[in-house]
T-cell receptor
């Protein structure tokens, strides 16, 4: 099945700086890559997703890029704010068997 | 707004007890999922269902079973709870397979 890895596990950034989280996946047939944000004590929520026929997608201060050849995709957060502090999970579709494989999560800490 | 409701936020049970975790969604989603979240391990899929009375094993189904008698309700059952099942359990629902999942607030289960 699909195996998704996230790096780094913890990332600290100064408020206003950019944060980048990278994920790698193993199954070249995977075609859907979402990112979920989980604030402390709250439920995970979808913040952005990308399909394999697109190389980049942007939504205000967040963007996701996909490199299918290298089998990795990244979340970019610009002009970080304290409310960006959270655990971010990447995921990849596990082929046609109707499920997502999640990475282990990245803790992002934005220092005011 | 989509609402995914889990019946209990915190639950304490004893080893060997039968435990029911309930999840209800109000958006007529076909697909429902049960995940387990442990520190450093991310979100791991236990079971999922893409239709009433249908169920599929996820990545860690051992020690669990599920029931989906109505479209809006998906129950996770621990037949005989063990201490290694102490965890945060997250229910999710979605339409179109695994895309754009909506998560419940989670049930923190402690097995003593």
């Amino acid at each position: 099945g699909e195996n998704v890895e996230q790096h780094p596990s913890t990332l600290s950034v100064q408020e206003g700086d950019s944060a980048v989280i990278k994920c790698t996946y193993s199954d070249s047939a995977s075609n859907y890559f979402p990112w979920y944000k989980q604030e402390l004590g709250k439920r995970p929520q979808l913040i952005i997703d990308i399909r394999s026929n697109v190389g980049e997608k942007k939504d205000q201060r967040i963007a996701v890029t996909l490199n299918k050849t290298a089998k990795h995709f990244s979340l970019h957060i610009t002009e970080t704010q304290p409310e960006d502090s959270a655990v971010y999970f990447c995921a990849a579709s596990s082929g046609g068997n109707n499920r997502l494989a999640f990475g282990k999560g990245n803790q992002v800490v934005v220092i005011p | 707004d989509v609402k995914v409701t889990q019946s209990s936020r915190y639950l304490v049970k004893r080893t060997g007890e039968k435990v029911f975790l309930e999840c209800v969604q109000d958006m007529d989603h076909e697909n429902m999922f049960w995940y387990r979240q442990d520190p450093g391990l991310g979100l791991r899929l236990i079971y999922f269902s893409y239709d009433v009375k249908m169920k599929e094993k996820g990545d860690i189904p051992e020690g669990y079973s599920v029931s989906r008698e109505k479209k809006e309700r998906f129950s996770l059952i621990l037949e005989s709870a063990s201490t290694n099942q102490t965890s945060m359990y997250l229910c999710a629902s979605g339409t179109g397979g695994y895309e754009k999942l909506f998560f419940g607030s989670g049930t923190q289960l402690s097995v003593l």
